[in-house]
């Protein structure tokens, strides 16, 4: 998108129908709230939200239809906003788009997208510009030809059965979920040492996020109930400085007691932790690469940084399914250890509308990534955004109702019922006659001219029946001219006098 804005007179160049479709997704609902009224950009980005729950993944019946009858109420809006040439027939073809979907399905299934990159993939076949056509088919057999040969490979890389860039492989089974690396390295391997007060934030982090251990971390709060006096607001942080060393006196005491349900996973995670940790440039988790940020500076793309942020009403805005979160606004900032299973990737796009420390959140679907639980298991959400139901579809209508749809520019014209033929004016009624009694002549006059020219190329052998065929002509000629004129002398003396 970068290379096809002229910074010079601020134009965008060379779009095509994919860019079009993710200005309208991503980037057109956040620049709008600068530049117009509230009652023109919350209608510009209705419509685009619509689009985005449409384009979604998995589209719910229910949705469509409260979308259907939304999207009335959305171009009565426009209609109010856009002149009357702005609403031809591809602005009422989004009110079939909901049907449509309910239809046949997802929008992924259906669009030309795919095409369009196959094609570009055809183009690339090309090397005789002269023969087009002979070098897209040549190209097209030695790719079937590969293909079909490919197939048959089972113990050599071929692209079918090459793995992804960005695969984390599979995942070990554990009794507990901790040892479950979810996790690929990548890059040189490098150790660096923690001090006591990072390596106690870190092992607190891990016990504190695992469901095995929430037995044991509500029998500690417990204990600290009971020990401390009732009201004490230091709880939570002497929780967190104790649990750690409570849990490992614990599951040691139930080893030595030998303890069923002390395994060896559980007896390890009870012990501390080395002070020397292994640390990496890049990782994959959930099928996205991360990088360091010393990585990125390098890059044009940016894909480093994990950061927490406040949730409050202060730092955070949700407006129009357009979430806005203020960066002075960052928590955590002494205790910025996650999971490597809670990384989720988001883009920041600058928010004009509040200020510069401000930014619109971007979930972004990777392709190629599926959210498929197995074994009716709570799978993680790789996906942001992949149901229609994570978009609410709400019209504001405002003060709509309340206003009179009246233009005050303009002269009041009254709105009567059209005339039928019954209670037509005799005025009317004669100017119509008159025209059709002037069509009626002018026919006329073109038979009698036609004759003539007969008449003037017939031999002199055929003269009587010629004479005829003239003589009948001017006869109905005549009598169509006198009996409309009579009917038109009528007409007027009946309405004049």
Request: aromatic share 10%.
């Amino acid at each position: 998108m970068s290379k096809k804005v002229a910074q010079n007179d601020s134009r965008l160049l060379g779009l095509k129908s994919h860019d079009c479709h993710v200005i309208m997704q991503r980037l057109l609902p956040v620049g709008c709230r600068s530049l117009v009224t509230k009652n023109i950009w919350s209608t510009i980005v209705e419509l685009c939200t619509f689009f985005k729950q449409l384009c979604t993944s998995t589209v719910n019946v229910s949705d469509m239809v409260e979308a259907q009858k939304q999207l009335v109420l959305i171009l009565c809006k426009l209609e109010r906003i856009f002149p009357p040439a702005f609403f031809d027939i591809m602005i009422h073809l989004v009110l079939h788009l909901p049907e449509e979907a309910i239809l046949g399905g997802p929008v992924h299934m259906r669009w030309m997208y795919p095409f369009e990159r196959y094609l570009k993939r055809l183009k690339d076949y090309v090397r005789n510009a002269a023969k087009p056509e002979g070098s897209i088919a040549e190209g097209y057999v030695i790719d079937e030809a590969l293909t079909f040969c490919s197939r048959y490979f089972d113990d050599v890389e071929t692209r079918f059965n090459r793995p992804d860039m960005n695969d984390d492989g599979m995942h070990p089974t554990r009794q507990l979920s901790v040892f479950e690396s979810q996790c690929k390295p990548l890059g040189k391997q490098s150790y660096v040492e923690l001090d006591n007060n990072d390596r106690d934030k870190a092992e607190f982090y891990i016990l504190n996020n695992f469901p095995e251990l929430e037995p044991y971390l509500n029998e500690h709060k417990q204990e600290l109930h009971v020990r401390l006096r009732e009201g004490c607001l230091n709880i939570n942080e002497v929780h967190r400085t104790e649990f750690a060393g409570w849990f490992f006196e614990k599951i040691y005491a139930m080893h030595r007691m030998q303890a069923p349900e002390v395994t060896t996973e559980l007896l390890s995670l009870s012990s501390k932790t080395n002070m020397v940790v292994s640390s990496y440039p890049a990782c994959i988790v959930n099928g996205v690469r991360f990088v360091t940020h010393d990585r990125d500076v390098r890059l044009r793309t940016q894909n480093s940084g994990v950061s927490w942020f406040k949730c409050d009403s202060k730092h955070m805005v949700t407006e129009n399914n357009i979430t806005s979160i203020d960066i002075n606004g960052e928590a955590y900032k002494d205790d910025q250890f996650i999971l490597a299973s809670q990384a989720k990737q988001v883009f920041y796009v600058a928010d004009p509308s509040r200020g510069p420390n401000w930014y619109v959140v971007q979930h972004v679907k990777h392709r190629s990534i599926w959210d498929i639980t197995d074994d009716g298991l709570s799978d993680i959400d790789l996906l942001q955004h992949n149901s229609s139901s994570n978009f609410t579809l709400f019209v504001d209508l405002g003060n709509l109702q309340e206003i009179n749809l009246l233009r005050r520019d303009q002269d009041v014209i009254p709105i009567v019922q059209p005339v039928t033929n019954a209670s037509r004016p005799k005025s009317t009624q004669m100017k119509k006659q008159m025209r059709r009694m002037t069509l009626i002549r002018k026919k006329m006059m073109m038979i009698v001219m036609r004759s003539c020219l007969i008449y003037s190329n017939i031999p002199e052998i055929y003269f009587g029946i010629e004479f005829i065929v003239l003589y009948a002509c001017i006869i109905s000629f005549l009598y169509y001219v006198i009996y409309y004129d009579l009917s038109s002398l009528k007409i007027y003396f009946e309405y004049y006098i």
